[in-house]
């Protein structure tokens, strides 16, 4: 009895979680069958696996989405604006901290109630603002957009961990004569890399992944990022649905190998994020 | 000399802080003050001219029927969501707590559909619901009838299990932090007085975990409050209305019906409501912790 107890409490807790996981990767699994069947084989067994691993699907779907075009375009649009974030944040965080004056204060409160603030109260107004500025349908006005709303986020999170760092080191280069920006770039800056990383990486995910504004302000077909141009395919090509899951593993695959890469930052990233916001 | 230094450094700081500044003034400032300007009128989104119309748009919004039933409906997939994604998200956290190989595997599986677009989420379990499941049934020699997602009675149903399966990794993750701050040796001394699993968990676990429950729900809440893209990609607020969400309605409101300062005032009052969710929740949770 006392034997078949213990061996039950060991059990139960493998096969909850061996039961969530296959759920969780169900869908998954469908996608990845898909898109390596044809019509045929689907309509023939839906859960059966294809005879022949063919990539016709992917070589199709990467013809059809101009994938390399979309990948450019979401490349271009993330990497751009995470170095202005991380590099005017950054600084604003260090004078936020360091400072003791009370304008800075406020100014920090003010990027704090600015994170409660939805999209859709400044959408209408800056969708305005965006047309009367030549932004829509613009690479640099959705970049502008994402530095924008990349702001208080990052600011927050930075102001945080510079205060966590001892005061000594830039006093010690201030006596060396050291100015203030030099201070900043080469002894502060390097210190604030894991909380760097974490703002890389949320942000990251965050622009990769948003669907919202691109919607807004990217219609030109040679500018759409990822997730837009899967959106329009989709729309077009529904009723094709082993070209369509062929096209969904492509817009995948980059996302997922930087998760597989970053899976500690991006933990620790969420952590730090949800800790703090 | 000191004092020259000084306010050399505080310039200097100044100037750091201005981009910064500049850029939030730019997307946040102006924009909900002129937002507020807009919900005062009521303009539609197009035509250069516009009259002002006073409150009326709000107390319009106040009888526009369509409205409470998006706020129901965003409150019923708040309140599913918040549970479920919690009991979940705590239960595989207990399941995968202790860093094995085995366990990071797992949790590695878990996160994974969390860096997915919800675009990509909501075109695949659309299949799954329109195809993947009948396949099943059939193997099983079930009778299945259409898709959970165009019935009325299950389409609410079917939109909170694709939100379960794409977030309930970040709150894994952020309880399995919260675990990890619990010393292990009052699970040690709790042993020795005869405290079994489940006793442990409710008289010690729980109450300690206090500060990851209140950060998980705020953190959660607010995300399915502001659900769009799910919604948007999978049902766009059908079928007749069952799954209209704020976020949907207020962009049908606003680019659909051409209601823009209609539709400004809704974003003022979802704004007011989520304030107030955010503030309920804080004095709830942490009366509790502080009781605890």
């Not at chain 1, 067994?45 to 989405?65: H, M």
Request: aromatic residues 16%.
């Amino acid at each position: 009895m006392e034997g078949k107890r213990i061996h039950l409490s060991k059990i139960l807790p493998c096969i909850i979680t061996i039961i969530l996981a296959i759920v969780t990767i169900w869908p998954f699994y469908i996608t990845v069958l898909m898109a390596f069947k044809t019509p045929r084989e689907t309509f023939q067994s839906f859960y059966g696996l294809p005879k022949v691993f063919r990539l016709d699907n992917f070589i199709n779907a990467w013809k059809i989405t101009n994938f390399s075009l979309a990948f450019k375009n979401s490349f271009i649009v993330t990497m751009v604006s995470l170095v202005f974030i991380v590099l005017a944040t950054s600084m604003a965080g260090y004078a936020i901290a360091r400072s003791n004056k009370k304008f800075y204060n406020f100014i920090y409160v003010l990027f704090v109630s600015g994170m409660m603030v939805p999209f859709q109260v400044i959408m209408i107004p800056l969708y305005k603002m965006g047309r009367k500025f030549g932004l829509v349908n613009n690479r640099w006005g959705i970049i502008l957009i994402y530095i924008c709303l990349g702001v208080h986020l990052a600011v927050f999170l930075y102001t945080g961990f510079v205060k966590g760092i001892p005061k000594e080191l830039e006093e010690a280069a201030t006596i060396d004569g050291a100015s203030t920006p030099q201070i900043f770039f080469k002894v502060v800056f390097p210190l604030l890399k894991p909380i760097t990383m974490t703002i890389l990486v949320l942000d990251t995910m965050w622009i990769w992944n948003d669907f919202f504004l691109p919607l807004l302000f990217l219609q030109d077909t040679k500018i759409r990022t990822l997730p837009l141009t899967q959106f329009y395919f989709y729309g077009k090509y529904n009723t094709q649905m082993n070209l369509a899951f062929a096209a969904f593993i492509l817009a995948m695959i980059p996302i997922l190998i930087f998760y597989f890469a970053m899976q500690k930052y991006i933990v620790k990233g969420i952590v730090a994020g949800a800790v703090k916001g | 000399m000191g004092t020259s230094k000084k306010s050399s450094r505080q310039r200097w700081f100044f100037i750091f802080i201005l981009p910064s500044l500049f850029l939030f003034t730019i997307s946040i400032i102006i924009p909900v003050i002129q937002g507020f300007i807009l919900t005062l009128t009521n303009w539609d989104g197009i035509q250069k001219s516009y009259d002002f119309v006073g409150f009326k748009n709000y107390i319009t919004l106040f009888q526009d029927e369509l409205f409470y039933n998006a706020l129901i409906n965003t409150l019923k997939f708040t309140l599913g969501v918040a549970i479920f994604q919690n009991v979940f998200g705590l239960l595989l956290a207990v399941l995968l707590n202790k860093s094995s190989r085995v366990n990071n595997f797992f949790r590695t599986i878990f996160f994974m559909p969390a860096v997915l677009s919800v675009v990509l989420a909501g075109f695949i379990w659309t299949y799954v619901y329109s195809d993947g499941i009948p396949a099943l049934y059939d193997m099983l020699n079930l009778k299945f009838t259409s898709s959970p997602l165009g019935n009325p009675d299950m389409a609410m149903i079917a939109l909170i299990i694709i939100q379960l399966w794409l977030c309930t990794g970040t709150t894994m993750v952020i309880y399995i932090a919260g675990l990890q701050s619990i010393p292990e040796d009052i699970y040690e001394s709790a042993k020795v007085d005869g405290a079994n699993h489940l006793q442990s968990f409710f008289k010690i676990t729980l109450p300690m975990l206090g500060p990851a429950i209140t950060i998980n729900f705020v953190l959660v809440v607010k995300q399915a409050m502001m659900v769009f893209d799910l919604v948007f990609v999978t049902t766009s607020g059908g079928p007749g209305h069952c799954t209209d969400v704020l976020s949907t309605y207020l962009w049908e409101t606003t680019f659909t019906n051409n209601q823009a300062g209609y539709g400004s005032s809704m974003s003022f009052i979802f704004l007011l409501i989520l304030i107030i969710m955010a503030m309920l929740q804080l004095k709830f949770f942490r009366k509790r912790e502080v009781e605890m």
